[in-house]
T-cell receptor
Framework: GAVVSQHPSWVICKSGTSVKIECRSLDFQATTMFWYRQFPKQSLMLMAT?????????EQGVEKDKFLINHASLTLSTLTVTSAHPEDSSFYIC??????????FGPGTRLTVL | GENVEQHPSTLSVQEGDSAVIKCTYSDSASNYFPWYKQELGKRPQLIIDIRSNVGEKKDQRIAVTLNKTAKHFSLHITETQPEDSAVYFCAALNTGTASKLTFGTGTRLQVTL
């Protein structure tokens, strides 16, 4: 299957700082990538849909100014959590869309905000 | 929008027994139903999927059934093994209008010896 990587795999930061997470499709071009957030013992919640060369589409309740998404190439999307706070601590997972109904997930990034 | 419900939230079975997880969806236009297995701290991995033109699909010890009329689909795992222990998520998608997967709430499966 197709491979999606994420970097970093985990990050610890101080409250108020910004954190950037990268999502790369290694062996396919992903016009569309998705960003999810998963709190402990909960399901994956879609945050936004990232389309190459255009603005991301955010789900209701997700602050676009806080979670900045950039999809500048067909193999890279980035999520920047700005002014992170402890409540932003979560497991962030991206996925790359290969076909209309096929998504390949990255390994996730565990963010801990102190 | 689509709403997917999943039951049970936790399931404990003895090794060798079968496990069944059920999901219902609300949007009759949904036509693609994948199942994911997620181990602690890892990415969700697709284990089986089914499309709306098929009623059942099997892959070794794993099978999925779909009832479009009732809008529910189920995951069946036979001859369970300890390595089947994980959280399982169902999902639904309407490939015609959107690519957004709607996930169920997850089922924590524990296979005991």
């Amino acid at each position: 299957g197709a491979v999606v990587s994420q970097h970093p795999s985990w990050v610890i930061c101080k409250s108020g700082t910004s954190v950037k997470i990268e999502c790369r499709s290694l062996d396919f071009q992903a016009t569309t990538m998705f960003w999810y957030r998963q709190f402990p013992k909960q399901s994956l919640m879609l945050m936004a849909t990232s389309n190459e060369g255009s603005k991301a589409t955010y789900e209701q309740g997700v602050e676009k100014d806080k979670f900045l998404i950039n999809h500048a190439s067909l193999t890279l999307s980035t999520l920047t959590v700005t002014s992170a706070h402890p409540e932003d601590s979560s497991f962030y997972i991206c996925s790359g869309q290969l076909a209309r109904d096929t998504q390949y997930f990255g390994p996730g990034t565990r963010l801990t905000v102190l | 929008g689509e709403n997917v419900e999943q039951h049970p939230s936790t399931l404990s079975v003895q090794e060798g027994d079968s496990a069944v997880i059920k999901c219902t969806y609300s949007d009759s236009a949904s036509n693609y139903f994948p199942w994911y297995k997620q181990e602690l701290g890892k990415r969700p991995q697709l284990i089986i999927d089914i499309r709306s033109n098929v009623g059942e699909k099997k892959d070794q010890r794993i099978a999925v059934t779909l009832n479009k009329t009732a809008k529910h689909f189920s995951l069946h795992i036979t001859e369970t093994q300890p390595e089947d222990s994980a959280v399982y998520f169902c999902a639904a998608l309407n490939t015609g209008t959107a690519s957004k997967l709607t996930f169920g709430t997850g089922t924590r499966l524990q296979v005991t010896l």
